[in-house]
């Protein structure tokens, strides 16, 4: 064992990953979650793949001081279009925009078919990850929000299966509406302040666009209450 320690996000992105899986960790960067993987004994093989030289380079560093070579290969691939011959069974994508994300699984489907699980963390545009998924024939099993550093985080667990959510789902994720997530709900709360604050500073203002903007920040608002009255009380 080694003396090796994740970020809360990053520990449990890690966490989704399940015992004897092989995994490709897509953006890998500093390749910590297959390091973290390997050392825990979670897996026995990995790919660490990023497209970016600098960051394979970074990733191969750590794994040689981890001595770690034999059992994690780094490979430089836009995505997963250099990996469509390896063999793996669980995609982590963690730490991109969510039409980044998208774009990435759709560019080499015939791989994505192949796969059990996808362990997703969008930045942003959480939605369309949600519905890209479930249109290329997954599910959601798991969905955890959580806070760090003042940032929060959403990650997605999918596997093989068919399902659907409604809009108010896809926006704000039905697990995380199911369980009252307290972070979600912090969220929300903290949305409806900023948006009434915005809404302060630019109410006197009678110019079209601003006239616009208020009608917007309102319904946003009213649609963020109903999600709290519906679903938080």
């Known amino acids: 064992m080694i003396n090796f320690e994740l970020s809360k996000r990053l520990f449990e992105i890690a966490s989704q990953v399940k015992q004897n899986d092989k995994i490709a960790d897509i953006g890998t960067d500093h390749a910590y979650v297959p390091i973290f993987?390997?050392?825990?004994?979670?897996?026995?093989?990995?790919?660490?793949?990023?497209v970016s030289r600098g960051s394979c380079e970074k990733a191969l560093d750590n794994i040689k001081r981890h001595k770690m070579q034999e059992k994690i290969k780094v490979v430089h691939s836009n995505g997963l279009q250099k990996l469509l011959n390896e063999d793996?069974?669980?995609?982590?994508?963690?730490?991109?925009?969510?039409?980044?994300?998208?774009?990435?699984?759709?560019?080499?489907?015939?791989?994505?078919?192949?796969?059990?699980?996808?362990?997703?963390?969008?930045?942003?545009?959480?939605d369309v990850v949600r519905k890209y998924?479930?249109?290329?024939?997954?599910?959601?099993e798991k969905e955890i929000m959580l806070k760090e550093n003042d940032q929060?985080?959403?990650?997605?667990?999918?596997?093989?299966?068919?399902?659907?959510?409604?809009?108010?789902?896809?926006?704000y994720g039905k697990i995380n509406?199911?369980?009252?997530?307290?972070?979600?709900?912090?969220?929300?709360?903290?949305q409806i302040k900023s948006y009434n604050q915005i809404l302060k500073s630019i109410?006197?203002?009678?110019?079209?666009?601003?006239?616009?903007?208020?009608?917007?920040?309102?319904?946003?608002?009213?649609?963020?209450?109903?999600?709290?009255?519906?679903?938080f009380t």
């Open 133 to 140: 998924v479930h249109r290329i024939g997954f599910k959601i």
């Open 37 to 50: 993987l390997i050392d825990k004994g979670i897996v026995d093989t990995a790919i660490a793949a990023d």
């Open 177 to 190: 509406l199911d369980t009252k997530s307290s972070v979600l709900k912090e969220h929300i709360q903290n």
């Open 152 to 171: 929060i985080y959403t990650i997605i667990v999918c596997e093989k299966g068919k399902e659907n959510y409604t809009n108010i789902e896809y926006k």
């Open 88 to 126: 793996f069974n669980t995609v982590v994508i963690a730490g991109m925009g969510g039409p980044l994300m998208k774009r990435i699984l759709s560019h080499c489907m015939e791989k994505v078919i192949t796969l059990d699980r996808l362990i997703l963390q969008p930045q942003s545009e959480i």
């Open 203 to 231: 109410q006197n203002n009678s110019t079209e666009s601003s006239i616009k903007r208020v009608e917007e920040l309102n319904d946003f608002i009213v649609e963020l209450k109903e999600v709290l009255d519906v679903y």
